[in-house]
T-cell receptor, first 116, second 115 residues
Framework: GAGVSQSPSNKVTEKGKDVELRCDPI?????LYWYRQSLGQGLEFLIY????????KSGLPSDRFSAERTGGSVSTLTIQRTQQEDSAVYLC??????????????FGPGTRLLVL | AQSVAQPEDQVNVAEGNPLTVKCTYS??????LFWYVQYPNRGLQFLLK??????LVKGSYGFEAEFNKSQTSFHLKKPSALVSDSALYFC?????????????FGRGTSLIVHP
């Protein structure tokens, strides 16, 4: 079946512009995660959605970052007034039900963001 | 709090030789442990996980990992490395109960297999 998809695959923007990154999780997966991967920094958790519950936003680095998940499926990560330090690969992952901690996460290919 | 350490930024091994990628963890309680692999310009792919039971876990592409509770380690191993195994490897941990649903990832280890 189809895996997690993300768009765009690459995004180049100018400092100060807003960007939107999209994630389509695997159908039926109720949990969705956003991570940021910077060179040599590993994976930084940003935000997590589980079903209709309020999202866990504890990883968002500033109020310029926000995310929503419509209809329990597609998610959009928005970065306002982008800064050069926002340049990174943004990864989305989904899992069947994160209420079970042993659930495997399935990752999308990522969006590579470059802020000039 | 939970944490994962991958002490080696890079591991070099010759093709055909055994490989080990190290991972140690710290959690309050019992862990669920995961290994993921990331090929260039790709997302992370699941390799294997330890939930409970046998300490030796076998996964995709001939990889295996051994859970060692006393040493709080979950090292990834393969008996004979392939050039195509060259990639970035991530270890991750979650507590089994009472903790965050968010897994904690290590910084990653770059595995380079030389022909």
């Amino acid at each position: 079946g189809a895996g997690v998809s993300q768009s765009p695959s690459n995004k180049v923007t100018e400092k100060g512009k807003d960007v939107e990154l999209r994630c389509d999780p695997i159908s039926g997966h109720t949990a969705l995660y956003w991570y940021r991967q910077s060179l040599g920094q590993g994976l930084e958790f940003l935000i997590y959605f589980q079903g209709n519950s309020a999202p866990d936003k504890s990883g968002l680095p500033s109020d310029r970052f926000s995310a929503e998940r419509t209809g329990g499926s597609v998610s959009t990560l928005t970065i306002q007034r982008t800064q050069q330090e926002d340049s990174a690969v943004y990864l989305c992952a989904s899992s069947l039900d994160s209420g079970r901690e042993q659930e495997t996460q399935y990752f999308g290919p990522g969006t590579r963001l470059l802020v000039l | 709090a939970q944490s994962v350490a991958q002490p080696e930024d890079q591991v070099n091994v010759a093709e055909g030789n055994p490989l080990t990628v190290k991972c140690t963890y710290s959690v309050s309680g019992n862990p669920y442990l995961f290994w993921y692999v990331q090929y260039p310009n790709r997302g992370l792919q699941f390799l294997l996980k330890y939930i409970t039971g046998d300490n030796l876990v076998k996964g995709s592409y001939g990889f295996e990992a051994e859970f060692n509770k006393s040493q709080t380690s979950f090292h990834l191993k393969k008996p004979s490395a392939l050039v195509s195994d060259s990639a970035l490897y991530f270890c991750a941990v979650r507590v089994t109960s009472g903790g965050s649903y968010i897994p904690t990832f290590g910084r990653g280890t770059s595995l380079i297999v030389h022909p």
